[in-house]
Nanobody, 115 residues
Framework: QVQLVESGGGLVQPGGSLRLSCVLSRSIISLYRMAWHRQAPGKQRELVAEITSGGSTMYADSVKGRFTISRANAQSTVYLQMNSLEPEDTAVYLC?????????WGQGTQVTVSS
């Protein structure tokens, strides 16, 4: 069974930065489309950014120019660099790995943006 473990969340002031990491184990990360989603209290889960196995990226309009998704296949890790954070970015951030009919999720890491 594929496992995803996120880390890097925390409390940060508006305008600050965080880098989230997601480690995939028990499979080969280069095969998967990797994505970061987030879920804020009372809101639907939303796709934040994704990166294909070929390295193509896509971002939600709300994070374009501020967030960057990247992958390090040799380390079985996908990253989400988040800059210029805003209170509206507060949410649980979840890592997702997809390959055909297979779809895996991590437990999430909390990001809180507050002064």
């Amino acid at each position: 069974q594929v496992q995803l473990v996120e880390s890097g969340g925390g409390l940060v002031q508006p305008g600050g930065s965080l880098r989230l990491s997601c480690v995939l184990s028990r499979s080969i990360i280069s095969l998967y489309r990797m994505a970061w989603h987030r879920q804020a209290p009372g809101k639907q889960r939303e796709l934040v950014a994704e990166i294909t196995s070929g390295g193509s990226t896509m971002y939600a309009d709300s994070v374009k120019g501020r967030f960057t998704i990247s992958r390090a296949n040799a380390q079985s890790t996908v990253y989400l660099q988040m800059n210029s954070l805003e209170p509206e970015d507060t949410a649980v951030y979840l890592c997702n790995a997809a390959l055909g009919k297979f779809d895996y999720w991590g437990q999430g890491t909390q990001v809180t943006v507050s002064s």
